[in-house]
T-cell receptor, first 115, second 113 residues
Framework: KAGVTQTPRYLIKTRGQQVTLSCSPISGHRSVSWYQQTPGQGLQFLFEYFSETQRNKGNFPGRFSGRQFSNSRSEMNVSTLELGDSALYLC??????????????FGQGTRLTVV | EDKVVQSPLSLVVHEGDTVTLNCSYEVTNFRSLLWYKQEKKAPTFLFMLTSSGIEKKSGRLSSILDKKELSSILNITATQTGDSAIYLCAVEIVETSGSRLTFGEGTQLTVNP
């Protein structure tokens, strides 16, 4: 069974640009969550998508957005990039349902550097 | 505000030592507690704990959840250099429309030969 796939693995952008990151979950998983990991802040929750709907959102500005497609693949977009957006962006998938606890599996992440 | 605190933040041991990593939490709607190992990029899943007092075990690693004390420990016995990694504790929090993981800062474990 293929794991969670994130593309691209590395990205360098300049301030003010926008970026789109992609995540393909494990086959059969319908929940996709995004996290930002920085040395100072650790792993912080961005948002969660389930069946093409954003179910939950963390405390990030509106420049961070996402969407999920009918095949459960998800994209995350960051507009008007700032230096502080440099981070490892991790995507996690799970077959989460409301009544069944299931663990989340992470992709390798996209390392975004803003210069 | 939901909070997950791990201790120690870093730990250096010798091969063969036994280590205990701690995780405590203060959250609103607890669903489960998860441990992950992060070596380079992707955190890899270790354990998920939902019931208090039940020990989950996998080889030299084990973990217990104490819901009364709002904490969990991760034990690693007979450590090896390959155990060197960041160990992340996360609590799954249920909200009205979904759930999310809140992570601790992690414990950086270094196992020296």
């Amino acid at each position: 069974k293929a794991g969670v796939t994130q593309t691209p693995r590395y990205l360098i952008k300049t301030r003010g640009q926008q970026v789109t990151l992609s995540c393909s979950p494990i086959s059969g998983h319908r929940s996709v969550s995004w996290y930002q990991q920085t040395p100072g802040q650790g792993l912080q929750f961005l948002f969660e998508y389930f069946s093409e709907t954003q179910r939950n959102k963390g405390n990030f500005p509106g420049r961070f957005s996402g969407r999920q497609f009918s095949n459960s693949r998800s994209e995350m977009n960051v507009s008007t990039l700032e230096l502080g957006d440099s981070a490892l962006y991790l995507c996690a998938s799970s077959s989460l349902s409301r009544t069944l606890n299931t663990e989340a599996f992470f992709g390798q992440g996209t390392r975004l550097t803003v210069v | 505000e939901d909070k997950v605190v791990q201790s120690p933040l870093s730990l250096v041991v010798h091969e063969g030592d036994t280590v205990t990593l701690n995780c405590s939490y203060e959250v609103t709607n607890f669903r489960s507690l998860l441990w992950y190992k992060q070596e380079k990029k992707a955190p890899t899943f270790l354990f998920m704990l939902t019931s208090s007092g039940i020990e989950k075990k996998s080889g030299r690693l084990s973990s217990i959840l104490d819901k009364k004390e709002l904490s969990s420990i991760l034990n690693i016995t007979a450590t090896q250099t390959g155990d060197s990694a960041i160990y992340l504790c996360a609590v799954e929090i249920v909200e009205t429309s979904g759930s999310r993981l809140t992570f601790g800062e992690g414990t950086q474990l270094t196992v020296n030969p």
